[in-house]
């Protein structure tokens, strides 16, 4: 039988409003039958039919849609075995291009000129009542800053930090809510913003009033009657302001001051205030993940400290909030501190910079909850003063964008099992709503090296794509005159972010404009957004190739030293001054990269010239590398792992130079027994270079090596979370802070990047591999080795499920695959055994006497 197993629009199953004029559909499909795949399928909405043979990034090309509408989308498929299914789905047009009747509203008599701190929160508050039966109400907001809203005490909907973190200047989220249910006859609307990133200190040099000079509000709501009648409340002077409400503080990096005793009822209320907005951004309907709330932890063990304080350990390093039930005397102070390690039995707070990240709550007497709503932490453990745990029920929140988790990777080697949560919980914790290097220091900003890099990890593990369109629209409005991509996106400058840097290229950072599309291309298909991020992709290359030529001349033009890099940033035992002088080789082998994936993308875009174009760069840059960067026997002179690691894994060699090199990694990692040498570009790629070019077992060894610095040493020392340092924690407890080698005191336990060594373990261990866009076209190809028994993956693609389980008993090697509707799998056993494989479930057997099935 045939089904429809996911049908989306805009990839989202329910709940879309969009104000996307072309909204774009995509369905996987499930049989009990094999080599399924689709034969036509028909999308109809009203009187606008289309016909297609593809399952994903179908664009809608009907008449104009009509703003605030329902659509409801039919979907019928027909497969080539004559079966057939259908589905439908509803989604809803957002404002279109109708402008907002609303005004931006603030408070006027609030001035805020402190430098380096963040605003107090201001509550907006309306009353009103409903004459008659509302049948459908939607509240349209959004926020200069961070906005919670509540209808008749209930919060409106479950999302943090709305209108969520975009590029202000060029785009503002607005959000649609339903509150036709919460409406009564009498009313009350109170909103509460906070700085958060438009206005609120953000950045390690707490630069704050980026996007505005204080907190401003918009909405409309629009209320249908059961007599056909409709109303819309706007924001303007019509709404009451005080920053007289429970949050006396509210910032990301410093936590929340919250006082329970106040009564809003006798806080002072006066007229909201027009106010002019300095930025003018696009208002469009959310179209990237909302932040929510998703795993809950309750306390692992609590004990006292010396310090007196009492510590909450959750067991978990991750980004959130805690939530607590409190027994309180009126007027007590319990102060909570986070912090994601501890030495010696105290929280380890230095990592932390100058984020306080801290929660003052004043309570009021007797039961109550507490639970910050304008601000995380990046913590594991809590620690308490001015109450007792008798009295204080913590249990704590994980709040990130709300991605789901597609994959799933496990094996019989515990360590790596581990190493695989913490790469996941790396990326849930740096997900809140902006890709961000780390959730606790005072940073958590949009560093574009670190998703460059992690991205093809992520989108095993999560469906990220709603999550990078958002964030992608920013990397394009971002995007400087020169072509060069900012090194945070959104771009706060701070300091030694100069002018100069502005327009510069930097190789790995920059590359996210091409390196993150790609990613999210492999894994869901999306055509549309490679088309879309095209001519960005081409501008930075082209700026590439600039900062490459600069005062260069003949082959010379091809290597990339100026201006700025970061070069193997984090690589161990070196510092600052040497990861950046690293730059000539990372940079080189970012533009033949680049410029190859450029000329791949040309391809598919239908762009034969281009492709050609930026096939002779890549090649070129190549070359460079390989005759000025190298030795006649492909060494570099001051040798370094990502040296080698990168013309391996960018392919830029020819078999024997690519053989020669391979050895020299090889001998470079096995004098350095076996531990990790390499910086942020070095890292994801290591150990392809390795095993794809005849290394595999020490490939394994690399992996499984658990002294520092190496994965499993993090594990050893019982990290949850993937650190930014190597030697984030050392064997004798202590930890290298980065206080004096010119980081400014940088160390985290939660950045994601070094764990994009996941995308080794689904696409060498598991052995799956997308070959074309969404795995229309795959492989699997496992690796053997470690000492590993058993290996199982699953990856939910844009197509459906695609499995690879092994075992290995006795030398028999079994595996179970999955191959999904419409697509096809490439299928190489350990013995070098290949099959061309349609749809459905297979087991395939080798050892001694060799057999094959299919179940
Ligand atoms: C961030 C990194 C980032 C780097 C760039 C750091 O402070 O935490 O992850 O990519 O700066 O230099």
């Not at 490459?548 to 003949?554: N, R, W």
């Not at 070019?693 to 990290?719: C, H, V």
Request: aromatic share 12%; charged share 25%; net charge neutral.
């Amino acid at each position: 039988m045939l089904t429809i197993k996911r049908f989306t629009v805009n990839d989202m199953t329910v709940d879309c409003v969009t104000d996307q004029k072309q909204p774009v559909f995509s369905f996987a499909l499930e049989s009990d039958q094999q080599n399924v795949a689709l034969k036509e399928a028909t999308l109809t909405i009203g009187n606008w039919q289309r016909n297609v043979n593809t399952q994903i990034g179908i664009e809608y090309n009907g008449p104009d849609l009509e703003p605030f509408t329902v659509y409801k989308v039919i979907l019928e498929v027909t497969d080539n075995h004559g079966e057939k299914a259908t589905a439908s789905l509803s989604f809803e047009t957002g404002r279109l291009d109708t402008p907002f009747k609303a005004k931006w509203i603030t408070n006027g008599s609030y001035h805020f000129t402190e430098k380096k701190t963040s605003p107090k929160p201001m509550h907006f508050k309306r009353q009103f009542s409903c004459r008659k039966k509302v049948v459908k109400a939607r509240l349209y907001s959004t926020a200069l800053g961070i906005y919670e809203a509540k209808l008749n005490g209930e919060k409106i909907g479950a999302d943090y930090f709305a209108p969520g973190f975009t590029s202000y200047k060029h785009q503002l989220q607005y959000q649609t809510y339903d509150v036709t249910e919460q409406l009564k006859r009498s009313n009350e609307l109170l909103f509460t913003v906070a700085g958060g990133w438009a206005v609120g200190a953000f950045t390690y040099a707490r630069r704050n009033r980026v996007y505005a000079k204080r907190q401003a509000l918009l909405c409309e709501l629009h209320m249908e009657y059961e007599d056909g009648t409709k109303e819309i409340m706007t924001s303007d002077e019509s709404f009451s302001v005080t920053m007289d409400g429970h949050i006396k503080e509210a910032e990301f990096y410093n936590g929340e001051i919250y006082d329970a005793t106040v009564n809003m009822d006798e806080s002072q209320w006066e007229k909201a205030s027009i106010e002019k907005v300095k930025i003018n951004p696009e208002l469009l309907a959310q179209y990237g993940l909302p932040v929510r709330a998703k795993e809950e932890f309750k306390p692992v063990s609590c004990n006292k400290a010396e310090s007196g304080m009492w510590i909450y350990d959750f067991g978990q390093n991750f980004a959130g909030v805690i939530s607590a039930k409190i027994k309180g005397k009126k007027g007590q102070k319990i102060t909570m501190k986070h912090a994601e390690v501890l030495m010696e039995g105290e929280l380890f707070t230095e990592p932390l910079r100058s984020a306080k990240q801290e929660l003052v709550y004043i309570c009021k007497d007797g039961q109550q909850t507490y639970s910050p709503t304008m601000t995380y932490m990046g913590f594991r453990y809590v620690g308490v003063e001015g109450g007792h745990p008798e009295d204080i029920e913590l249990t704590a929140r994980a709040i990130y964008s709300n991605v789901d988790e597609t994959g799933h990777f496990e094996c019989s080697n515990t360590m790596l099992n581990q190493l695989q949560n913490n790469i996941k919980w790396g990326a849930k914790s740096n997900f809140v709503d902006i890709p961000t290097d780390c959730p606790q220091r005072d940073e958590r900003m949009g560093w574009t090296g670190d998703i460059a890099l992690f991205a093809s990890t992520a989108s095993f593990n999560f469906n990220t794509r709603r999550f990078y369109d958002k964030w992608l629209l920013d990397v394009q409005k971002e995007q400087n005159r020169g072509g060069g991509i900012p090194v945070t996106v959104p771009l706060v400058r701070v300091p030694f972010q100069w002018e100069i840097m502005i327009p510069m290229a930097v190789d790995h950072w920059g590359d996210a404009c091409i390196l993150v599309p790609w990613a999210e291309y492999l894994s869901r298909g999306d055509v549309g957004l490679l088309k879309q991020l095209y001519p960005t992709m081409k501008r930075y290359v082209k700026a590439c190739k600039f900062w490459a030529e600069l005062f260069s001349v003949g082959k010379h033009r091809r290597v990339w030293r100026l201006l700025h890099h970061y070069g193997d940033w984090v690589a161990p035992e070196a510092g600052l001054w040497t990861w950046m002088g690293r730059g000539k080789w990372t940079a080189t082998a970012s533009l033949a990269n680049t410029s190859n994936l450029l000329s791949q993308i040309a391809e598919i875009l239908d762009q034969p010239e281009d492709a050609k174009y930026y096939k002779k760069l890549s090649e070129e840059a190549s070359d460079a590398y390989r005759s000025l960067l190298m030795d006649k026997d492909c060494r570099v002179k001051k040798e370094f792992q990502t040296a080698y690691v990168l013309p391996l894994h960018y392919k830029m060699l020819n078999r024997g130079d690519a053989a020669k090199t391979a050895s020299h990694l090889a001998r470079m990692i096995k004098e350095n027994n076996y531990h990790i040498g390499t910086g942020f570009p070095g890292t994801p790629y290591v150990l392809f270079a390795l095993a794809d070019n005849g290394y595999i077992d020490e490939a394994y060894k690399m992996l499984l090596t658990d002294t520092r610095p190496s994965w499993l040493f993090q594990i050893k020392a019982g990290a949850t979370t993937i650190w930014e340092r190597w030697d984030a924690l050392r064997e004798d407890g202590t930890s290298n802070t980065g206080a004096d080698d010119g980081t400014n005191g940088m160390v985290s336990f939660n950045h994601f990047a070094n764990g994009a060594v996941g995308d080794f373990m689904y696409r060498r261990i598991a052995g799956i591999e997308p070959i074309e866009g969404g795995y229309k076209s795959f492989k699997i190809e496992p690796i053997l080795g470690g000492g590993l028994t058993y290996a199982k993956a699953e990856v939910e693609t844009a197509y459906g499920q695609v499995k690879s389980h092994w075992t290995l008993k006795n030398d028999v090697f079994t595996i179970d695959i999955h191959v999904p509707v419409g697509t096809t799998c490439y299928l190489t056993l350990p013995n070098d055994k290949t099959h061309v494989l349609g749809s459905g479930h297979y087991q395939f057997q080798e050892g001694r006497e060799e057999k094959e099935h299919a179940i």
